[in-house]
Structure formats: structure tokens, C-alpha cells
């Protein structure tokens, strides 16, 4: 054989050992595109993601389609992107509950949220606050700390994530207070009891709770974090109401599974980052109480990490048992 047939042929044979994510990377994305997102419909994980999602499918030229696979503290969604094909076309969009919290929370977790996943981009904060039904007596925050005082084990709080079962367990410690907890599958079905009376007091995200404040459905009386919020600044901390050593915020990120290509993730960081550097999207995401801004895939990992350790942290000082 000529040596140039000889080199076509080693060429060919070299290219057919080639990885086939590695084939197909050059034309991603040729096909839609499946965001998994590990909360009901109406949570504020959702409404983002579809905010998101219809942005990416603009900017990829496919389709983003949204579904939602809520349960066990965001860990059935997170399981099934875990085991998904690295292709780039099932990515997940989630919060602190399935890659900081859940690990602490729960004894069984069938996932490693840094070995078994690919981290694409930040996009996000979801600041939390404390709402109450408007029925109840409470006009502040001390309110509520002295009621329970005078009634240990009769005020209940809903939650319908991590950071809530987080932040109700910080107050209960923090505030030396007896209050029951009621978990929900979502946020939503936590409103709806909040707002039912059922239920005595929630701590939610901005973008599921505003709007129930804002009809008078609901009354906030407090931010989840160290210092106000510039969405709703006249809401005081949870310091300032008398609650001390209170920090607790919800991220926001989008992932794959382990192994993702390392140009698939490069497109898919591009596509969010252009996202948030919109500024009609950024007022679209912040009218539902959300802080949009992304940055590295190296940047994220290094954030996972660390916020893995912070709310260990978080949960053991809380007093909160594995389940």
C-alpha cells in the first residue's frame, strides 16, 4: 500500500477510537436540549429556570425543555442527572438543598454532588424571607420569638427545601424557642398552607413568597441574611430583629453529569453567562426576587466546595439530625 494510503487509513482508524461526546461536540447543540429542574412547578427554582431556559433555547438555536422532578430534597432529580448521558443534553439547574444540604441532611444520599457532576455555570442567588399568615398577632420578628416563648410547641413552620428546614431549625436554636416543623414536597404547597392558616409561618424564597406579601395574602417579616436586601430593602435582617449570627442565602447553578465534555460546557457556560448579562433578563429575574450573575465553570466548582463545608456547618450548629 502507498504510504499516503497508509496514512489515510491510520487517520481513519485513529478518528473511530475517538470518544463519540468528543465526535459530537463541534456541532452541540443539535438537538433540544432537557433542563431538569428538582422542584414543583411554581417553586422559585422554576420560575427562574424558565426564564433561563427560554433564553438558552434564543441563544443555542434548540429547543430548552423544562421538566420538573421534585422530591427528597431536590436528590430524585439530582440522581437522575447524576446517571444521565454526559452529551450536554440533560443538564440540571438546582440550589444548595441537593449539592450543600442534602448530603448533611439526609443519611442515604445516592450521589456524590462533586464526583458525579459536572459544574457549568453560577446563576444565582435566591434570597429567602420570613413570611407569617397575616391572621396571626406577629408584626415582627420579636413578635413571633416572644408568642413561642408563651407557647412552646404549639407555632408551626412549613418548608419545602433545605433552606427552610435550615432556617426554621436556626431560629428554633438561635432564639432558644420550641416551634414545630412541617415539611412540604414544595414551596408552593407551603404557601398555600401558610396562607390557609394551617400553617403558622414559613421561611421562603423572594420570588414564591413576594407575591403573596404583595396581595396581603401574607405578611414578611424579615430577610434570611446578614444585612438587607436592595429587592426589598424595608424588610429588616433577622439581626436587626433580634436574632443574632442569622447569614442563610439559596444559590442558584446549572450542572451536568460527571464527564461533559469540556467544550459542551464551555458553550453551555457562554449561552447562561450571556443570560445574565442582559439587562432586560436581569429585570425580568429580579422582579421574582432573584440575583442574577454566573461567572467560571472553575469559579463554580471552587463555590460547590466550599458551600458543601459552610452549610455542614449550618446544619450541625442548627442541631438538625440526619434522616
Known sequence: MKPSRLLGAALLAGAALLPAAAVRAADY?????TLIVPFPAGSGTDAVGRIFGNELSSILGQQVIVENKPGANATIAASLVARARPDGYTIFVTTNTSHSAAPWLMKNVPYDPVKDFTPIARGGNLPFILVANPKRPWKTVADLVADARQRPGRITYASGNSTGIVAGATLARRANIDILHVPYKGTPQGLTDVVGGQVDFMFTDLASGLPFVQSGQLRALAVST??????????PSMAESGVPDFDLNSWNGYFGPAGLPPEVVARLNAAINQVVAKPETRQRLAALGFDAFSGTPQDFARFVGEQRDLWGKLIRDAGIEQQ
Open 29 to 33: 447543540p443539535a438537538k433540544p436540549i
Open 226 to 235: 446578614a444585612q438587607r436586601s436592595a429587592i426589598v430593602p424595608d424588610l
